[in-house]
């Protein structure tokens, strides 16, 4: 492929597009209120989401080395590629945000789960965490696709390709 980024010549021209402001933006944002939603609902879980922090001090402090954070990412690595599989058949049987809600009830059940099971069995804790793993990670696919309805609706109302 490498021969082909030098010497092909890109053959599709459009017209340039006008940047919009930010104050066009934020007016498009206003009429299309399932963008605003869902972009509000990233904001506030980006806020929230402490698990990555929390992990390194219970691996560090709890379980006793720094090397368990390898091992924790490393452990949620194949549930989270597993989940992106299964979230491809889950959405052919039920509607996308059944499969969004249910994945962060269950992202927030386990989270209670593993609070209340504690750190003292490592491999109980690190199997767990790769059980939410598994669960939530339904959650991130699906959300990600609530963008781009998201700008189809938008456009549908605006007539603005945003």
């Known amino acids: 492929m490498l021969p082909v980024g030098f010497k ?10 006008k940047e919009p402001s930010f104050k066009e933006m934020g007016r498009y944002l206003v009429k299309n209120k399932p963008l605003l939603i869902i972009s509000l609902a990233s904001i506030v879980a980006s806020l929230t989401a402490t698990s990555g922090t ?8 709890l379980l006793g080395s720094e090397d368990y954070i390898t091992y924790m990412a490393i452990l949620a690595v194949p549930p989270a590629f597993l ?3 299964l979230t491809k058949f889950l959405l052919k049987k039920f509607d996308k945000f059944w ?8 992202n927030i059940i386990f ?7 504690g750190y ?10 790769a059980i939410k793993t598994l669960f939530g990670s339904a959650g991130a696919v699906t959300g990600a696709m609530f963008i781009a309805d998201c700008a189809e609706y938008g456009h549908y109302v605006t007539g603005q390709r945003n």
């Open 54 to 61: 929390a992990g390194n001090y219970v691996a560090i402090y």
């Open 8 to 17: 092909a010549q890109e053959r599709y021209t459009s017209a340039p597009e």
């Open 99 to 106: 499969v969004y809600i249910t994945s962060c009830v269950s």
């Open 120 to 129: 003292e069995n490592i491999p109980l804790y690190l199997t767990m965490c």
């Open 83 to 85: 989940s992106i599989l």
């Open 111 to 117: 989270g209670i789960i593993i609070f209340y099971t």
